[in-house]
């Protein structure tokens, strides 16, 4: 926890943070709407980043285990929703039967990746998920023969957004006066399941179950040593990322009512593990401010790079997909170089180790 | 002080690595409550033996007997949560976490909380939290390392990290520790210090089996020593009556290691 | 027969490059037990190198014959993929090589999606068609005129590919650096006390990986005829499970592997339309029959799958036989 926000050693200032943080939260969408609902939207999707950074965060931060397939799991949970509440197959199962599902999906898919390859050494497992991920996205895109099941590369539209009861999350409503569009009404259902992750993966990380990811990370031989089934362990923290990354496809796949085979390419699961690099490998607020700033920064280099190098050279000569891309590779190159414990300094990473160690 | 009851016994064990027989063909037991010394020149197959009692390696022949249950053929952390505990060699900690989480990473294998308890933390789960930090704290206090629970494993002073290892290991109630060179690199008074923690350990009933070169701390501790030279047994017995015997003296001689048998 | 012909010349082909490129990931596998994960953008860079060359030579109109603009853009391309491959060697790996295994690999894919993306800026983002300037000629291996043939091209990429294998070979086992290479993959600290500098012998494997890749990326950019900033990718993946299936480290298992990871890829590609064509069991299932009526080529996975073999093949050897067909343990127990 945040030292600002630690409630046992100062209360009057850590709830005064924690309201003003809340109110920030809260009044958000509203300031983003008045400026354009595009924004609103970037923010949700920044939310599910944030969602699918801290499902990897279990898998590569806490267990050390590098998964860079990790989007593969992301799109079974996105195509289990889409399948099971579209006019595709005609079903439109409510989102709160569908979730668990593509999340156990996504799972079971997990561990039938992993049975037989977490006792490989680590860069074995890094390729093999790579090439898992590609096996997905070719099924994703030729399973439309000679049974049409995911409609190839023209992916599967008019997916079903939430409903809860008359609420439908994908129209505009008014409630006690104040209007809500639909992509704020998903804002704040997607804050509500941010929260009760990084609640998850805070409360994960210290207990035993953590512990015994991070003995793996730090040294598979002296934590098996020491009584751990490492394989289980492995398996276990794989199983969770994978289920963690299916129900956030799945609200993925509500939110954009459209998916394709495209929204699932490798250079997604780079972005994710870029995030989580870029914050820290097990730095749970880090990996959160980590996906945060690169779910942002294509939008604004648009609004920097782009008037800048039409000012200097009269026309757009980097494009800013490029240069974002080129900002993920040298975040990886130079976080591992210079600073592998992520963007928060070291010194607050260790007061943090220490309050959380006195406060117990 | 030592017991009779036997602990643990090793028939013939034997292991190969390619052309090299690394063992061949020990036997040795151990008795409930003692300090039990494995000496040897370099090379001699200390480690090797080690490896083989904790199930890194499967030995090639032979059996070992563990508190009336066979070990052969279980995974490390079986054998780990059939208690026993190691320290390695060349220290082996997790390095970025804190020397109490290290600590407390050893009670694993004695606690239960699952993924449920863990999201939940229901009132089980707490009260066996606390009680897996209450214990590591106590042992670190048993070892000397309190002073710096919270500081990173790997920023520790050599001393305090092999001390650490050693906490590590009794985290995981073991009934026999074994203790890989624990003396490597430290000066004469952590030594001595290390000496005094060794009849602790045994005063509270862990046996202990010791891999050490520091010949005064072997004499100082070890009710019986096993010597191993080339992968087989030369002698065993007390340690007094082990340093006088030519073989031990003509191995040691004839090896790198020159030893001084007036020891302690 | 015609078609199993065809395929197995054409795997043939398309293993020879496949084993090439592996020999870039065992080489340095074999050297720092690192996977090179950059390796195949150094291919990538190889084939647009010479794409570039081979364009200014051929619009300048040098009178020089197809053959000698195809070396011409190879010698090119050669040392920039060294440059690459020493940068590489220099930046993601030797200040990382007493980091845990994860850093090293993260800082790969970062230098990976760099050079894609330079490669990007600098080239296009559409795929580039490599001029055909040799003028490609099938030769008939059966009396069938409509039968299996290879073609001229497929010959020099075989021919070339065996060539460079045995200068490795040699190159390992016959001269002073490679008797190094072995010293240092056996025991570095060892090696370094004997008088051999270590950086200097892994920056010389990781060069001479690069530069048996940029060869690689010039037959691959002939072959298929396109050259693209996101080819190096699969490529790579391909190559590497290639390595993994001869047992990575191993030189001749780099080599077996690619050459019958080409093959599988190519039988596979060939028949697994035939096999799983569904119409064979229409007389088991009516509603078959009548869709089999109308369209016969009811297949369960086509040729699109083709990609889908190189990955299984990793799976299952990993799983079953971790160390390949000929190389030693690879999952790292104590």
Redesign the interface.
């Known amino acids: 926890m945040h030292p600002i926000l630690d409630l046992r050693h100062r209360p009057a200032a850590a709830l005064v943070g924690l309201a003003l943080v809340a109110i920030v939260l809260v009044v958000l969408p509203f300031v983003l709407t008045g400026i354009g609902t595009f924004w609103v939207r970037i923010t949700n999707l920044a939310i599910l980043f944030c969602l699918l950074a801290l499902g990897l965060n279990i898998v590569?931060g806490f267990a050390?285990l590098?998964d860079?397939g990790y989007i593969a799991f992301y799109a079974v949970g996105a195509y289990t929703y889409a399948l099971l509440a579209s006019p595709h197959f005609g079903l439109h199962l409510p989102f709160w039967v569908i979730l668990p599902i593509g999340a156990a999906v996504a799972c079971f898919f997990g561990v039938i990746l992993g049975a037989?390859?977490l006792?490989?050494?680590?860069?074995?497992l890094?390729?093999?998920t790579?090439?898992?991920g590609?096996?997905i996205r070719?099924?994703l895109?030729?399973l439309a023969?000679?049974v049409n099941i995911t409609n190839g590369p023209q992916g599967i539209a008019r997916i079903d957004p939430f409903r809860i009861g008359d609420l439908s999350f994908s129209t505009t409503d008014s409630i006690a006066g104040l209007t809500f569009t639909g992509p704020m009404k998903y804002y704040y259902l997607l804050l509500v399941v941010l929260i009760a992750v990084i609640a998850i993966n805070l409360r994960l990380q210290d207990s035993r179950i953590g512990r015994a990811w991070e003995a793996i990370r730090e040294d598979?031989?002296a934590a098996r040593a020491m009584g751990i089934n490492t394989r289980n362990m492995k398996l276990l923290a794989f199983a969770m990322g994978a289920s963690f990354g299916g129900i956030s496809g799945g609200m993925f796949s509500a939110i954009q009512g459209f998916i394709s085979p495209e929204s699932f390419v490798?250079v997604e699961s780079?972005m994710v593990?870029s995030m989580v690099?870029l914050g820290g490998?097990g730095n749970i607020w880090g990996v959160v401010i980590g996906a945060v700033l690169l779910s942002f920064a294509p939008e604004i280099l648009r609004y920097t790079v782009e008037p800048a190098q039409r000012m200097m050279f009269g026309r757009t000569l980097?494009d800013p997909e490029?240069i974002r891309?080129?900002l993920?590779?040298?975040?990886?190159?130079l976080?591992?170089?210079f600073r592998?414990a992520g963007i928060l300094p070291s010194a607050l990473r260790k007061r943090e180790l220490e309050t959380r160690r006195s406060a117990g | 002080m030592a017991g009779q009851a036997t602990l643990l016994s090793a028939q013939g064990i034997g292991k190969r690595f390619g052309g090299v027989q690394a063992l061949s063909d020990v036997s040795f037991t151990i008795r409930q409550g003692e300090i039990y010394g494995l000496i040897g020149p370099n090379g001699a197959g200390k480690t090797t033996l080690f490896?083989v009692l904790t199930g890194?390696?499967e030995p090639d022949g032979g059996t070992f007997t563990f508190d009336g249950g066979a070990l052969v053929g279980l995974k490390p952390h079986q054998v780990a949560e059939r208690g026993i505990a190691r320290t390695f060699q060349n220290i082996r900690l997790f390095a970025n976490l804190s020397a109490l989480e290290n600590v407390m990473v050893g009670r694993h294998v004695r606690t239960r909380a699952g993924v449920w308890g863990a999201i939940a933390r229901d009132r089980k789960t707490r009260d066996e939290e606390a009680g897996i930090e209450r214990r590591a704290l106590d042992l670190l206090e048993y070892v000397g390392v309190a002073s710096r629970a919270n500081d990173l494993a790997k920023n520790l002073p050599y001393g305090f990290q092999r001390r650490l290892e050693i906490a590590r290991a009794l985290a995981t109630d073991p009934k026999l520790l074994a203790l890989d060179e624990p003396a490597a690199g430290m000066n004469a008074t952590e030594t001595a210090s290390l000496e005094a923690l060794l009849h602790d350990i045994r005063r509270d009933g862990t046996t202990i089996l010791l891999i050490e070169h520091d010949m005064k701390l072997v004499m100082g501790v070890c009710d019986r020593v096993l010597v191993l030279d080339y992968g087989r047994r030369i002698a065993e017995g007390p340690a007094a009556q082990v340093q006088k015997d030519p073989a031990v003296i003509s191995a040691y001689l004839g090896g790198e290691i020159a030893l001084d048998l007036k020891g302690a | 027969m015609d078609t199993f012909l065809q395929q197995i010349v054409n795997g043939l082909t398309l293993g020879s490059i496949y084993a090439i490129v592996a020999l870039g990931y065992t080489m340095v596998y074999g050297i720092v037990q690192?996977?090179n994960f950059a390796h195949g953008e150094v291919v990538m860079i190889g084939a647009l190198t010479a794409y570039s060359v081979i364009v200014a030579l051929t619009g300048a109109q040098v009178p020089l014959p197809a053959v000698a603009i195809v070396l011409v853009a190879t010698m090119v391309a050669i040392p920039v993929c060294m440059a690459v491959g020493y940068t590489l060697e220099r930046?993601?790996y030797r200040?990382?090589r007493r980091?845990?295994?994860?850093?090293?690999?993260?800082?790969a894919?970062?230098?990976?999606?760099?050079l894609?993306?330079?490669a990007?800026?600098v080239w296009s983002r559409n795929p580039l068609p490599y001029p055909q300037i040799i003028h490609t000629v099938p030769y008939h291996l059966t009396g069938n005129p409509n039968g299996a043939t290879i073609t001229n091209v497929q010959i020099a990429i075989v021919v070339t590919s065996v060539a460079m294998m045995a200068g490795l070979v040699t190159l390992v086992y016959r001269t002073k650096l490679g008797i190094a290479m072995r010293a240092v993959a056996q025991n570095p600290s060892i090696a370094g006390l004997m008088g051999i500098d270590n950086n200097r012998v892994i920056a010389l494997t990781f060069v001479i990986g690069a530069g048996l890749g940029a060869v690689a990326g010039v037959m691959v950019g002939s072959y298929y005829g396109i050259a693209h900033y996101q080819m190096g990718?699969?490529l790579g993946?391909k190559a590497?499970?290639a390595a993994?299936l001869g047992g990575i480290g191993n030189l001749a298992g780099a080599m077996l592997g690619g050459l019958l990871l080409g093959v599988i890829e190519a039988l596979g590609a060939g028949y697994v339309g035939d096999l799983t064509n569904?119409c064979q069991l229409s007389g088991w299932f009516d509603a078959l029959k009548v869709r089999c009526a109308t369209d016969p080529n009811?297949?369960?996975?086509?040729s699109?799958?083709q990609?889908?073999f190189?990955?299984?093949v990793?799976?299952l050897v990993?799983?079953f036989r971790?160390s390949g067909l000929l190389g030693e343990r690879?999952?790292?127990?104590?």
């Open positions: 590569v050390g590098l860079l037989p390859t006792k490989l050494r680590g860069d074995y890094a390729i093999v790579l090439g898992f590609e096996i070719i099924f895109n030729n023969q000679p598979e031989v490798l780079i593990l690099v490998m980097l490029v891309m080129l993920f590779g040298l975040a990886l190159v976080m591992m170089l592998p | 490896n890194i390696y | 690192l996977i930046t993601a200040p990382l980091a845990p295994r994860l850093a090293p690999l993260i800082t894919i970062g230098l990976s999606i760099i894609q993306h330079l990007l800026i990718f699969l993946l590497f499970s993994v569904l009811v297949t369960l996975f086509g699109n799958y990609d889908v190189a990955f299984i990793l799976i990993l799983v971790p690879v999952s790292d127990r104590a």
